[in-house]
């Protein structure tokens, strides 16, 4: 359940960029760059996409404009895995975990 992220994958002229174009805009007509090492306090959809690639370690920056992340990959790292983390982040039940129940929210 939640909604899922339609994303393509694709390389920029510079190797260690990567682009993601997904079915979503998540900031509208603004840009959004985070650096590895920033803090985050935000909990806007570009702050969630971030923090979530970032916690990764693979990477030196994310960048998020409508609904384009570009992502700088660390040296001797990969962007495994990444895709599915853009994809599932509005992904909120998943196999295996309990759906939530009133008393839940009480």
Do not use: C, W
Request: aromatic share 8%; glycine share 8%; charged share 25%.
């Amino acid at each position: 359940m939640g909604e899922p992220v339609t994303v393509v994958q694709s390389a920029t002229a510079n190797p260690s960029r990567i682009r993601f174009e997904t079915n979503r805009s998540f900031t509208g007509m603004g840009h959004e760059r985070y650096k590895e090492g920033d803090t985050i306090y935000g909990n806007r959809p570009p702050d969630a996409i971030a923090k979530a690639l970032l916690a990764t370690g693979k990477l030196d920056e994310v960048h998020v404009y409508a609904q384009t992340v570009t992502v700088t990959v660390s040296a001797g790292k990969d962007a495994d895995g990444l895709k599915e983390i853009i994809e599932d982040l509005y992904t909120y039940y998943k196999p295996g975990v309990p759906v939530p129940t009133e008393a839940d929210f009480a």
